[in-house]
């Protein structure tokens, strides 16, 4: 069975760091393009960041360029992302999602306040 499972998400001050973690099962991460998409309270699932199979390749909202980054680990089948500087408008929902089989994981919070 195909499975996602984000975790690492938590409360931090502005300015601080997190890593969430996108665990996949029943499927080869290496195979496929994987998404870390993000929901605000009242407001739309946003694209936040992209890692294609293969070479790698990455790609990020404008607003994460240089704070977040897109990363995996093929032998842990993990996915995860790296963000640094974090800001209140990175608060949200933190989502994972396979591209080649559009599954998603449950999702992991982040608060970022003071």
């Known amino acids: 069975q195909e499975r996602i499972v984000e975790s690492g998400g938590g409360l931090v001050q502005p300015g601080g760091s997190l890593r969430l973690s996108c665990a996949v099962s029943g499927f080869t991460l290496s195979l496929s393009a994987m998404e870390w998409y993000r929901q605000a309270p009242g407001r739309e699932r946003e694209w936040v960041a992209l890692i294609t199979n293969g070479a790698g390749l990455t790609n990020y909202v404008d607003s994460v360029k240089g704070r977040f980054t897109i990363s995996r680990d093929n032998a842990k089948n993990t996915l995860y992302l790296q963000m640094n500087n974090l800001k209140p408008e990175d608060t949200g929902m933190y989502y994972c999602?396979?591209?080649?089989?559009?599954?998603w994981g449950q999702g992991t919070q982040v608060t970022v306040s003071s």
């Open positions: 999602h396979g591209r080649r089989n559009d599954l």
